[in-house]
């Protein structure tokens, strides 16, 4: 009985280059489903290499972007930062615009202007917090801060709009306010404080005005128009002279070496009226300077515009 073969012919272009395989019938169906199954396998095989490979550039990416989106919201913070240091500054104008028209500063509940409250977003409602929670936190962070320093700038900017109205309409009370140092160059050593250390007397007393050191000798201005109602020597204070300014509001200036001014006269701001000495209870040359408000020490400080800041 002769039985069916299949022939494969592989020819490589010569004449006696032929190489045959032969092969059962029955056996080719078998070749065949193998061949193709390797082929499948192969195939399969280029496919997720291929997309294993893209898979891996996206993620490589994906990865990047996260980490320049990262680093934005780092730079957000940064400015949110700054920002917060500028509406500090802005308040503490501020209060000091408020308290120069007569006005009580800003409750500190007042400027908590935060954002808050059932309903309101959370870190997980935005759909970045499915793919990078922490991105999603940190912008969070981002919003609600910016909201916060949004509300107290436009709160800060009414305020200055209300005081900016009462200040034109008080404009002779201003002008009437110690508002510059009594010297020009200077450091202030000791500020204002209930409750100093006092290098002579060696225990803690109240310190109801500001020492501004400066070379003996430097010339002394009133730090605003008024009436001397004081010049001579005081217990404790030395030499000293004392301006009424009206409107309930007295300035001091103690420890001179030479007095300039008679009590009844009339100075202007920056008029010179005294030189720095150290008479009295005094270490070494200086200015001691107060700010009476109807009878009570108040900071110098806060009536002194920061026009020249103070060395300390």
Not at 66 to 92: H, K, P, Q, S, W
Not at 135 to 152: C, F, I, Q, T
Not at 178 to 203: E, L, N, Q, T
Not at 227 to 236: D, E, H, L, W
Request: glycine letters at 8%.
């Amino acid at each position: 009985m002769i039985r069916e073969r299949w022939t494969l012919l592989f020819l490589r272009g010569e004449a006696n280059a032929v190489r045959q395989y032969s092969l059962p019938r029955s056996a080719v169906r078998p070749v065949l489903i193998g061949l193709g199954a390797f082929l499948a396998l192969f195939l399969g095989a280029a496919a997720f290499f291929f997309h294993d490979s893209g898979v891996r550039v996206r993620a490589t990416l994906l990865a990047r972007e996260n980490r320049l989106l990262e680093r934005e919201l780092e730079n957000y913070r940064a400015r949110v930062d700054d920002f917060e240091g500028r509406i500090a500054a802005l308040t503490e104008k501020d209060r000091r615009a408020r308290m120069l028209a007569g006005r009580m500063g800003l409750d500190d509940d007042v400027l908590e202007v935060g954002i808050g409250g059932p309903g309101l977003e959370s870190p997980g409602d935005d759909e970045l917090w499915t793919l990078d929670p922490e991105a999603s936190e940190m912008a969070y962070a981002n919003r609600y801060d910016l909201g916060v320093l949004e509300r107290k700038a436009e709160l800060l900017k009414e305020s200055f709009d209300e005081t900016a109205a009462i200040m034109e309409d008080q404009w002779e009370r201003l002008e009437a306010m110690p508002s510059i140092f009594p010297v020009g160059d200077f450091r202030v050593s000791s500020r204002f404080s209930h409750r100093r250390f006092h290098a002579i007397h060696k225990s803690y007393l109240p310190h109801w005005g500001i020492d501004i050191s400066t070379v003996y000798g430097t010339p002394i201005v009133a730090s605003g128009p008024g009436v001397v109602t004081f010049a001579g020597r005081k217990p404790g204070y030395g030499s000293m002279v004392e301006i009424d300014h009206g409107y309930g509001v007295v300035s001091r200036y103690a420890h001179a070496s030479r007095l300039l001014v008679y009590s009844g006269q009339r100075v202007k701001r920056k008029e010179v009226i005294a030189h720095v000495g150290c008479s009295g209870v005094c270490t070494a040359p200086h200015v001691h300077m107060e700010i009476h408000v109807d009878g009570n020490p108040v900071n110098p400080l806060n009536y002194i515009q920061p026009a020249a800041r103070p060395r300390s």
